[in-house]
């Protein structure tokens, strides 16, 4: 069953402004990262931020936790149309050692 | 490090044929994942091994479906008798010493069954 569920599905904006998406889950986690997906590649690691975490930042990228409400954020800043991709979130399945990933946004970023 | 190899990267056969995925983890990783992914059902995970032992298969989807891990720099996923619904693209994923971390993708398999 999907743990994480991305918000929204799909996401267009303009060159330069900001894209944040969401995502929930439902268990506890241990951590939640965050993937790029460009098309027809494989995903790529953005981020990991841990449950005893609330914020977290590399680059453009800035991602929040909410372990109240089981639910985290990521905010791209001042967006290029090289971000033009599918974004997933994925939870840990503690105690075993795998993610389960959520269906993902497609954000495309137009010039 | 070249990142995690799959082979091939097309490929297409018809139903009924055995087809054979392969994937070279990146060097030291314990763990190594396979994935399937389609539009209707996004990424699933299929199966994972830790130091080559096969952990959880609860996500193959049944019996057709057979996955190897004969050494640490090796694995093959097989798919005897292929069907069409079997079309998707297969990723396999390696993480270093926790399952959970990062994981590693490489460029994926396309799979097309007619």
């Known amino acids: 069953s999907q743990q994480g569920e991305e918000d929204p599905q799909a996401l267009s904006i303009q060159e330069g402004e900001n894209a944040t998406m969401n995502c929930s889950y439902k268990t506890s986690i241990n951590n939640l990262q965050w993937y790029r997906q460009n098309s027809g590649r494989g995903l790529v690691h953005l981020i990991l931020?841990?449950?005893?975490?609330r914020e977290k930042h590399s680059g453009r990228l800035r991602v929040t936790l909410d372990t109240s409400k089981k639910s985290s954020s990521l905010l791209i800043t001042a967006s290029r149309a090289a971000d033009t991709a599918s974004y997933f979130c994925?939870?840990?399945?503690?105690?075993?050692?795998?993610?389960?990933f959520g269906q993902g946004t497609r954000l495309t970023i137009n010039p | 490090d070249a990142g995690v190899i799959q082979s091939p990267r097309h490929e297409v056969t018809e139903m009924g044929q055995e087809v054979t995925l392969r994937c070279k983890p990146i060097s030291g990783h314990d763990y190594l994942f396979w994935y399937r992914q389609t539009m209707m059902r996004g990424l699933e995970l299929l199966i994972y091994f830790n130091n080559n032992v096969p952990i959880d298969d609860s996500g193959m989807p049944e019996d057709r479906f057979s996955a190897k891990m004969p050494n640490a720099s090796f694995s093959t996923l097989k798919i005897q008798p292929s069907e069409p619904r079997d079309s998707a693209v297969y990723f396999c994923?390696?993480?270093?010493?926790?399952?959970?971390?990062?994981?590693?993708f490489g460029p994926g398999t396309r799979l097309t069954v007619t």
């Open positions: 994923a390696s993480s270093f010493r926790e399952g959970r971390d990062e994981q590693y």
């Open positions: 931020i841990r449950s005893n975490e």
């Open positions: 994925a939870t840990d399945q503690a105690p075993a050692q795998k993610l389960v």
